[in-house]
Each structure stands twice: as C-alpha cells, then as structure tokens.
C-alpha cells in the first residue's frame, strides 16, 4: 500500500485531446495533519475515503489506503469536512505503459493543471509527453491538502 507518484505542472491543453476518459472530482479532507490526511472523495457517482502517510523525504512515495463508499456516504462526509473543497476534472492519458492523470482545477484553484505518473519503484522510467513542465514531486504547496488550505490563486 505505498503509493510512488512524480507529479509536474502542465504547460499546454494538449493532454485533453489524448485523454481516454474525464472525471468530475469533488473533495475534502477530514484531517490534514503533517504526519496523515484524511481524504473523502466524490468521483463521479463513487465515493472513496483515503488514508494517505506522510511522504518520504524526497516525495516519491508515501502510504496510502482507500476504499470505495457509497455516493450518500461521500456527500455526507464532504458536509463535515474542514473548509476548503477541492473540484477538479481528471483526464486520464496513456504513454506508452503509464497512464498520467492530469488535474485541470477549479473554484479558488482555477488556472491550476498539475499531472502525476504512478510508478512500480522509485527509478522507473517513464516517456514524458510534451505537454509536462516543471517537476513539482515533493513540493507540498502541490498536495490536495494544502491547495485546500491555501489555494492557487492566493499564489498568484
């Protein structure tokens, strides 16, 4: 249950005419404390609820445990969640043997386009497509649970 990911920032509206499939994401967090966050998600019509670890030094890996909940269960649980929803749609793009999901936010992160490669191990190899910028792998300002907390356009 160890999550390895690279994410990076997206630089063109590319990726969306390569995408397989697009999802409306809603999301809040129940805890975003250091050392875990608790995460409920609306992804469609299906609720998840995800716990995530604290990333390893480098920010390539780090726990993570989900499992799926009903829609009412999820809607239910994003009421009481700490202020700060998350609304994005996923696009999901295959290169080669890995699949990029591709992040374009909303609300008070709009302008935001961020996309994560799942990874066997740490050293994979991996054909970057021309639309991927700068590497942000680590860098928690990235993370769900802080642009919640701080969002983009606070940045800007």
């Not at 690279?6 to 409306?24: C, H, I, M, P, Q």
């Not at 993570?64 to 009481?80: F, R, V």
């Amino acid at each position: 249950m160890i999550e390895i990911e690279r994410k990076f920032l997206v630089t063109s509206n590319a990726y969306k005419d390569e995408a397989f499939k697009s999802t409306r994401i809603i999301q809040g967090f129940l805890n975003t404390h250091k050392k875990r966050t608790v995460r409920v998600r609306l992804k469609g019509d299906i609720g998840y609820i995800t716990v995530k670890g604290q990333s390893s030094q480098d920010g390539l890996s780090r726990f993570e445990w989900e499992k799926e909940i009903s829609k009412e269960e999820a809607e239910s649980l994003l009421n009481i969640c700490e202020l700060g929803v998350i609304d994005k749609i996923r696009y999901e793009v295959k290169i080669k043997n890995h699949i990029f999901e591709v992040d374009e936010f909303f609300g008070d992160n709009k302008g935001l386009v961020v996309a994560e490669v799942e990874l066997e191990n740490e050293n994979e190899a991996f054909e970057k497509p021309f639309w991927l910028g700068e590497e942000v792998t680590g860098d928690i300002k990235y993370y769900n649970s802080q642009l919640s907390k701080q969002s983009y356009k606070t940045w800007l």
